[in-house]
Every structure is written in structure tokens, then in C-alpha cells.
């Protein structure tokens, strides 16, 4: 079975400030991790995952995620965050076993509000 | 531009009527997918087809109907809904013939249907 926990439905953040929307995981396996947003009225836009190598990884709009395997983290930063950065984020694993092919399991979300 | 687009973007219907949501993938991928947003509940796997065969029907009901006529595009035919099925649809597509490589799913922007 496999699971993600976004712990935190809102996280608030001054323009400029670090962001973080954390994301905790639950795979039998190794996981494969993922991170989207959501903008208003929009689909889900693909940011960033993780699949192997170096445990902190990059992606759109200047965010990074560290994959930690011994707190089953994978949490999603930016240095200095914009008020266009808010939105919804969600986090996703999937289990690389075969059995679970095309199961992306995803978080409930985090709402991220940017003030300026 | 996501390279997977839906339409209607809109869609109101009544409870007798049939009408169907249309995705279209213009990334050269094999696998697409339907997803249910509703508010306050998780996203939710609805089907799975992988070069034009169904390989996950997450329990969902027959009101919903899938079709893949091909990779590229996929349909869900909609007959009989229930006021609890207004929820935004979203189509989605990755290059999932090879499951063990953590391939990226790619989504489009999402039917909002509204049932009355």
C-alpha cells in the first residue's frame, strides 16, 4: 500500500520569506515523488520529482525538494517565495513496484498563500 | 499550453441528459488518464488506459464511460449523473509503457462539470 500526508492544509508566507509545504510518504518500496500545483481554475502543472541520485532536486520556478528516506520526506522549498507562487500545492508517490502501475497516489493538498 | 487539452472547459448537464468530456494528448504518449477533483476530498484515479487498453477501473460507476480510441485521445461518456458528480474532470497522460522509469503524468487543464 502506499500513502502521502500533506500535514498542512494552509501555509502562510511573507513575499520574499522561505517557503516549505511539507510532505511525509508511506510506500512498501522505493517511491517515486512528484510535486504539482494547482492555479485557480486550472489543471495541475508537473514542478519537480524525484526518482533516484542526489536527494535534493530541482525544478520549475526556482523550487527544490530534498528527498529524505529515513523521515520519508520529501518537502518542497523556494529560497524567497513570490505572491504569484500562491496556489495549491500537491504532493504524489507512486510505488515502483509493477503492481501499482499508474497509481499515483496524491496528498489532499496544501494551500499556499503569498502576502505581499 | 500543456499538451493535453480538454473540452468542454465547461459543462453544465442535467441528471437525464448524456454528454461526453474529450481529451486530447499532443505528446506522444501511450498511457492517458481520467481524475476526479471534488472539493475538500483528494484527487481520484478514475481510469487508466495504456496504449488504447483499460488497465485500471478504479470502482467507479457505470454512469461513467470511458472510451480510447487511440493513444492520443480519450472521451468519458457521461449518462444519468448525480447532482455528488459535479467535480472537476481532468485528463492526464504520461509515456507509460515503461512503469519502472517514474514517468511524469502530464495534465490538461480540466472539465468543470456541473450537474443540476
Known amino acids: 500500500a502506499q500513502s502521502v500526508a500533506q500535514p498542512e492544509d494552509q501555509v502562510n508566507v511573507a513575499e520574499g520569506n522561505p517557503l516549505t509545504v511539507k510532505c511525509t510518504y508511506s510506500?512498501?518500496?522505493?517511491?517515486?515523488l512528484f510535486w504539482y500545483v494547482q492555479y485557480p481554475n486550472r489543471g495541475l502543472q508537473f514542478l519537480l520529482k524525484y526518482i533516484t541520485g542526489d536527494n535534493l532536486v530541482k525544478g520549475s520556478y526556482g523550487f527544490e525538494a530534498e528527498f529524505n528516506k529515513s523521515q520519508t520526506s520529501f518537502h518542497l522549498k523556494k529560497p524567497s517565495a513570490l505572491v504569484s507562487d500562491s496556489a495549491l500545492y500537491f504532493c504524489?508517490?507512486?510505488?515502483?513496484?509493477?503492481?501499482?502501475?499508474?497509481?499515483?497516489?496524491f496528498g489532499a493538498g496544501t494551500q499556499v498563500v503569498v502576502t505581499p | 499550453e500543456t499538451g493535453v487539452t480538454q473540452t468542454p472547459r465547461h459543462l453544465v448537464m442535467g441528471m437525464t441528459n448524456k454528454k461526453s468530456l474529450k481529451c486530447e494528448q499532443h505528446l506522444g504518449h501511450n498511457a492517458m488518464y481520467w481524475y476526479k477533483q471534488s472539493a475538500k476530498k483528494p484527487l481520484e484515479l478514475m481510469f487508466v488506459y495504456n496504449f488504447k487498453e483499460q488497465t485500471e477501473n478504479n470502482s467507479v460507476p457505470s454512469r461513467f464511460s470511458p472510451e480510447c480510441p487511440n493513444s492520443s485521445h480519450l472521451f468519458l461518456h457521461l449518462h444519468t449523473l448525480q447532482p455528488e458528480d459535479s467535480a472537476l474532470y481532468l485528463c492526464a497522460s504520461s509515456q507509460g509503457w515503461a512503469e519502472s522509469s517514474g514517468n511524469t503524468i502530464y495534465f490538461g487543464e480540466g472539465s468543470w462539470l456541473t450537474v443540476v
Open positions: 504524489a508517490v507512486r510505488d515502483i513496484r509493477a503492481d501499482s502501475w499508474g497509481k499515483l497516489q
Open positions: 510506500v512498501s518500496g522505493n517511491p517515486y
